[in-house]
């Protein structure tokens, strides 16, 4: 079977590419099996060596890696390249963490305990379409650097870069079988992927309905599962806050990538006496984000990737609309900025849109606003605004979330774990913490008795 890969902007095919199927991918997991036991014995300093090789040729390519991105996305462009930027430092991450992810020793009688950390054999990575090189390199980055073998799964709609990375791993010396990648549709190759007895972990990233099937497949082998699933975070503006600052960053933290983030901040929860004055900044800004062509260097928010999503988005628009911003004419699969009032009972409050639509809802006070941010089986990121430091430990502790910022709307560093609590997944990603989940730990004893 053909697949055609759309650019989302122009509705245009951009390729035709050959979908994999169960044989495929079947073949994918043997080469991977197969590489196991060179790569997992490559020297500390060769892997460390090849992965910064990888770093590097992503930086040499940087340009070609984000068109690519932005074609098949819809990104603009600026993002793209600011998203290839993080792939290479990931993988210069990794490098440099190859030889710092090491066992103790542990103090026992009789003799002397050790704990090595070894990889799991071959890792199943199935990544989604918002952002695919990215998210493709916080899986591939820690799972190389232990020792693992991988079998990269990416989302139909955005196979191209994963494809061009393969090109790039092979080039930098990155032994053939190590990182293989197969196209094809998730409920058929990535279904066989999470199924496959030879494959001992999946990390997975997309819609919280799919994780629980991944959850469910992998049972049967007793596989290692990390997802990284959807979210419903909370913008949590206090009235002590600065106003201006906080109104003129929220809609980037909702309209960047045209919404379609985990941890877009899709609720913007507003303490009640600021009310007015908060929305109508918010307004001004929202009219300031600039929505058109991905190519064009000016561009902040490009289309979402489908007509079929565009749908689904739209369906989540029914309330109180407080702004509808404007998209460009013709062909692509626009959708504009939209700020909705509501409450966090509506289905604009409670499901992930995925797309540049914020709900706006009031809360009197501090207890309100926890309450209001907790009311939600998701829990992956979220921010506090306030001028008050004490308010903004107590409200960050008292919030599930796996990732929040104070005075800011970031939440994805190179450096620092990332991932969710409740609904939105387990284990962490980026920074120390994601090797954790792409090796064992193992423990020896050795005695030291006469
Ligand atoms: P999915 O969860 O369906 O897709 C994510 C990845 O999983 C893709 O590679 C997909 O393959 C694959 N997949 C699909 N079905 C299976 C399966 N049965 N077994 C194994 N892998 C599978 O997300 P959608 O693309 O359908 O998006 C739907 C919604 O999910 C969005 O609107 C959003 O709410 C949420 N989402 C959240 C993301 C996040 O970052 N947390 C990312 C993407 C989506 P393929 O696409 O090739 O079929």
């Not at 044989?23 to 500390?44: I, K, M, Q």
């Not at 906080?246 to 009640?272: E, M, T």
């Not at 404007?326 to 504009?336: D, K, L, Q, V």
């Amino acid at each position: 079977m053909t697949l055609t890969v759309l650019n989302p902007a122009t509705e245009q095919p951009i390729a035709e590419l050959e979908q994999a199927g169960i044989e495929e991918l079947d073949e994918a997991v043997s080469r991977a099996e197969a590489a196991f036991p060179g790569w997992r014995a490559v020297s500390v300093a060769d892997r460390a060596r090849l992965l910064r090789r990888l770093a590097g040729l992503v930086e040499e390519h940087a340009e070609e890696l984000a068109r690519i991105e932005s074609q098949n996305v819809g990104k603009p462009i600026a993002g793209a390249r600011g998203e290839v930027a993080m792939v290479a430092n990931v993988f210069h991450f990794y490098a440099g963490a190859v030889d710092k992810h090491h066992g103790e020793t542990i103090p026992v009688d009789g003799g002397v305990d050790v704990t090595f950390r070894e990889p799991l054999g071959i890792c199943g990575l199935i990544v989604p379409w918002n952002f695919p090189l990215n998210i493709a390199s916080w899986k591939l980055g820690p799972a190389l650097a232990c020792g693992n073998t991988v079998v990269l799964k990416p989302a139909e709609l955005t196979p191209l870069s994963a494809l061009r990375l393969a090109e790039l791993a092979l080039e930098a010396g990155i032994p053939e079988g190590v990182l293989n990648v197969v196209v094809g549709p998730g409920r058929v190759v990535g279904q066989r992927l999470v199924e496959h007895p030879d494959v001992a972990k999946i990390a997975f990233t997309g819609s919280t309905e799919v994780g629980a099937g991944v959850m469910r497949g992998a049972a049967d082998t007793i596989k290692r599962v990390s997802l990284e699933l959807g979210g419903k975070s909370a913008n949590l503006v206090f009235a002590d806050a600065d106003l201006e600052r906080a109104a003129a960053a929220a809609p980037y933290a909702v309209f960047d990538n045209a919404g379609q983030d985990c941890c877009a901040r899709s609720r913007i929860l507003v303490q009640r006496t600021v009310w007015d004055r908060f929305v109508g900044l918010l307004v001004d800004s929202t009219a300031g984000v600039r929505v058109g062509d991905p190519s064009d260097e000016s561009t902040e928010m490009g289309p979402l990737i489908s007509a079929q999503h565009r749908e689904t988005v739209s369906s989540y628009v029914d309330g109180n609309v407080v702004y509808r911003g404007n998209t460009p004419e013709g062909p692509g699969f626009w959708f504009p900025c939209t700020l909705v009032e509501a409450s966090n009972d509506d289905r604009v409050a409670r499901e992930e849109v995925f797309g540049p639509v914020a709900a706006l809802i009031p809360f009197e006070d501090e207890a309100e606003a926890i309450a209001l941010a907790n009311d939600t089986p998701y829990g992956l990121s979220g921010s506090i605004w306030t001028r008050d430091g004490a308010r903004a430990l107590r409200v960050a502790r008292a919030v599930d979330t796996g990732v929040l910022s104070v005075n800011s709307n970031s939440s994805v560093r190179v450096a620092t774990p990332f991932g969710g609590f409740k609904q939105s997944g387990f284990g962490r990603e980026l920074g120390m913490h994601a090797l954790e989940g792409y090796s064992e730990v193992k423990n020896l004893f050795l005695s030291t008795e006469a």
